[in-house]
């Protein structure tokens, strides 16, 4: 493969990947002058790449070879990495890229420092990093907005830009771009959470520069779940052992941006039918949850989603019309360009024609010949304008910060998916109790021992309360419950109200379809059989306990994911509220500078074009 293609996306994070096994002890070549990383420059052209750490003059340094120096101590400098995200005087840097030697991954030099240079720190990290550190900020913190950096390209891309180095050397400088904006809006725009994360430390530790893979082995990366719906949804890395019994939800990939679901909308109107069955079964005396808190989804999460999708689809049309805008202003350059050539050229045949005009006896006149030129040359002089606008300006500050908005909207409308997933998930735990529910209505119904027996005789009467003291054996809760109710039905016959025959009633129901008799001979080996010695008995009290004991871890995971939502629903809406307010100021930002960029333009043309008018009259 060419060595121009970026391998970054095959390569592992495995520190000897660095060159050869010496650079792990001599990680900047300083024994090995051959294994120094080489510096690229859009030139193309390659050098030796800076030293790793700097100083200015007396000032404090972070240097490599220092070993008894404090602040190159692992705890000391991590501590002096804290101090440097907490100082707002704090300058961070793209300062360089480079290609590794005998490779082709390409790693870019981030550089923190103070704004008087007192201090530096400079740590190496290629574009595979990147990417695990945002996507492991997602990880631990699922209800934040992380900021994005650029996509990845397709292997197809890679091949052509192989062939062609200008577009390999343009990626790299929007790549140097977006990593600078990841790193500042991380630091300075985001929530506090992030800057404090111990994984971003790592990140920014030049003693992790050469072992990464062992940072995302390691407390907090360590403690999150292999599938985030198996833990806690605000704080992922909690070590309550319940989550682990969550029930999966197919079709969840955190990764994937992507979301086939129906909308908040319509899986909040089938969240309201659920929580309408639960009322039905707390009419009914069967308490599903006790004092549950999520009854619905807040109609502000809801607009927040039509919100996220609007914003999404204008920008993506926006982004459009700034490629095919960008694609008209090089087409206008190059034909100023090829403008400007053909001017000068004229004006110089023409200078020519004149002095053989003059040889020949004829009077020579070089004023049309100079007009020509300043015009070729004030056409340069636009031409210049329009490449420095469309380069330095709207693909940088425009383009780009674009496409940046619309990164940060799918990453919330993937603050949602995860949402509506949890929500699913908490759906299914109340459909698994239902479902135990019928099971034990089910076990209930086909059975034909005493339980059935003494149950349905206590609904008609047949038989005296006395005769269900033995169900107590089973130690059921539901069971007691059923008892408790036969008696109070029992008292109400006697006052005169009438019952339900149904032994569904003991539990709230009133499908009059389970209706049951007993013959003399039943009734009597009702009050006749043993109950320790009977297999079948003892079969269905089993069942009974177990169906109890999966009802109660139900309960459990319902009251733990009701608790949850509360807090997720709190902090997603919290997150969302000050992502908008940010990203109205960062619009308004994008805005101000496109006019005053465009002003400038158009200034600086104007300028250039009236005193070329002002040159014509002196002619």
């Not at 000897?16 to 120094?36: A, T, V």
């Not at 909690?238 to 994937?256: T, W």
């Not at 050229?345 to 007009?371: D, K, M, R, Y």
């Not at 109890?548 to 009251?559: D, G």
């Amino acid at each position: 493969m060419n060595d121009d293609l970026f391998e970054d996306v095959e390569q592992d994070n495995n520190p000897s990947f660095y060159g050869n096994h010496s650079m792990l002890n001599d990680p900047y070549g300083r024994n090995h002058m051959s294994g120094l990383p080489m510096s690229h420059d859009t030139s193309g052209s390659q050098s030796v790449a800076p030293p790793p750490y700097t100083k200015s003059g007396d000032a404090p340094v972070v240097s490599a070879g220092a070993s008894h120096d404090l602040v190159n101590s692992t705890i000391g400098l991590s501590n002096k990495i804290d101090e440097l995200l907490q100082n707002p005087e704090l300058q961070i840097e793209i300062v360089s890229s480079e290609r590794l030697v005998n490779s082709s991954v390409i790693v870019y030099t981030i550089q923190l420092s103070l704004r008087d240079n007192s201090i530096s720190i400079i740590v190496k990290r290629r574009f595979s990093e990147f990417k695990s550190l945002r996507d492991n900020l997602l990880k631990l913190f699922p209800t934040l907005i992380v900021p994005p950096i650029p996509e990845k390209h397709s292997l197809f891309s890679y091949l052509i830009n192989s062939i062609n180095n200008s577009n390999e050397i343009n990626i790299i400088e929007m790549r140097k771009r977006y990593f600078k904006s990841f790193l500042t809006d991380l630091i300075f725009e985001s929530s506090p959470k992030l800057k404090r994360c111990p994984l971003l430390h790592k990140f920014l530790d030049p003693n992790y520069e050469l072992c990464w893979y062992n940072a995302l082995n390691e407390p907090p990366v360590n403690l999150i779940p292999n599938n985030l719906l198996l833990g806690n949804p605000v704080n992922p890395t909690d070590q309550n052992g319940l989550y682990s019994l969550l029930p999966l939800v197919n079709g969840f990939e955190f990764d994937s941006n992507l979301d086939n679901l129906s909308s908040l909308k319509k899986l909040n109107e089938d969240w309201k039918r659920l929580n309408d069955q639960i009322r039905l079964f707390e009419f009914k005396s069967i308490t599903i949850v006790e004092n549950h808190s999520f009854t619905e989804v807040p109609h502000t999460l809801v607009q927040f989603e039509i919100k996220f999708h609007n914003i999404v689809r204008i920008l993506q049309d926006l982004n459009k019309l700034n490629a095919r805008n960008i694609k008209n202003y090089k087409g206008m350059v190059s034909n100023l360009i090829d403008l400007g050539g053909n001017l000068n050229n004229f004006s110089l045949q023409i200078f020519e024609s004149s002095n053989h005009a003059a040889v020949s006896g004829v009077p020579s006149n070089n004023n049309l010949s100079e007009a020509i030129e300043k015009f070729g040359s004030t056409v340069d002089s636009s031409f210049l304008n329009f490449e420095s606008f469309t380069l330095n300006h709207i693909i940088s500050e425009w383009q780009e910060p674009v496409h940046q908005i619309i990164q940060y909207c799918i990453s919330s409308l993937g603050l949602i998916k995860f949402y509506k997933y949890k929500i699913i998930q908490f759906k299914i735990l109340y459909k698994l109790k239902f479902n135990k529910f019928q099971e034990l209505l089910n076990l209930t119904n086909s059975s034909s021992t005493s339980l059935t027996t003494a149950i349905n005789n206590a609904n008609n009467g047949t038989i005296e309360n006395s005769s269900l003291d033995h169900l107590k054996d089973l130690s059921s809760p539901t069971i007691n419950t059923a008892i408790q109710n036969s008696e109070l039905r029992k008292k109400r016959r006697q006052g005169g109200l009438s019952s339900k025959k149904s032994w569904y009633g003991l539990f709230g129901g009133n499908n009059k379809s389970y209706n049951f008799s007993l013959s003399a001979e039943e009734l009597e080996s009702l009050h006749s059989n043993n109950r320790s010695d009977d297999p079948q008995f003892n079969n269905y009290k089993f069942k009974y306990m177990q169906i109890e004991k999966e009802l109660n871890k139900l309960n459990q995971l319902i009251a733990l994911c009701d608790r949850d939502m509360t807090h997720l629903t709190e902090a997603i809406i919290t997150t969302f509220n000050g992502f908008l307010r940010d990203l109205e100021k960062k619009w308004l930002k994008l805005m101000i500078n496109y006019i005053k960029n465009g002003k400038q333009l158009f200034s600086e043309n104007l300028t250039n074009w009236s005193e070329f008018k002002l040159s014509l009259s002196d002619i």
